[in-house]
């Protein structure tokens, strides 16, 4: 429900108000043990996130690289994961890069997604999810951010973010 919804974004929005400068791996920590945070659909996203901190994919200074496990319960009937799971898994990785980097750590909502998916991630692979912040205005952030397959050669979902 929308009321949930805004509750879960007022949550995370204050816990986040209430810490000080923070790494992406820091603003990954706090999200993933957010009491209110279960039982929401983010859940299993924030909490079965992994950080890299060294990849061949890792190659600009903004990047930030993520693993999640593909689970049964982010999969359809064909064995590979839903494209609403993967464009949750992008907007759960672009909130905590842009709160990163984000001085002021304004709640963040999304506006607009465009997201391609130009292969499947298979059920029981591990996806590798890289996020980068373009810029962070006075009302808007811009990202985006892609899942790779485990190898890191095959592009499953791509999304530029507001």
Not at 95 to 101: D, F, G, Q
Request: positive net charge; hydrophobic residues 40%; aromatic residues 10%.
């Amino acid at each position: 429900s929308t009321q949930s919804t805004w509750g879960y974004l007022s949550c995370l929005g204050q816990i986040v108000y209430s810490m000080s400068a923070f790494t992406f791996k820091e603003a990954l920590r706090v999200f993933a043990r957010a009491g209110r945070l279960q039982g929401t659909f983010g859940e299993p996203f924030y909490t079965n996130f992994n950080v890299v901190d060294q990849h061949p994919l890792l190659t600009r200074s903004g990047h930030r690289l993520l693993t999640l496990p593909v689970l049964p319960s982010f999969c359809n009937v064909n064995g590979v994961m839903h494209g609403g799971a993967l464009a949750s898994v992008l907007d759960c990785a672009t909130t905590i890069a842009i709160l990163e980097v984000d001085k002021k750590r304004r709640k963040t909502v999304s506006l607009e997604f465009n997201l391609s998916f130009p292969a499947a991630a298979k059920q029981g692979s591990n996806i590798l999810i890289l996020t980068e912040v373009l810029r962070v205005g006075r009302t808007s952030a811009f990202s985006q951010a892609e899942i790779f397959d485990e190898d890191g050669k095959t592009l499953c979902a791509c999304l530029l973010y507001t």
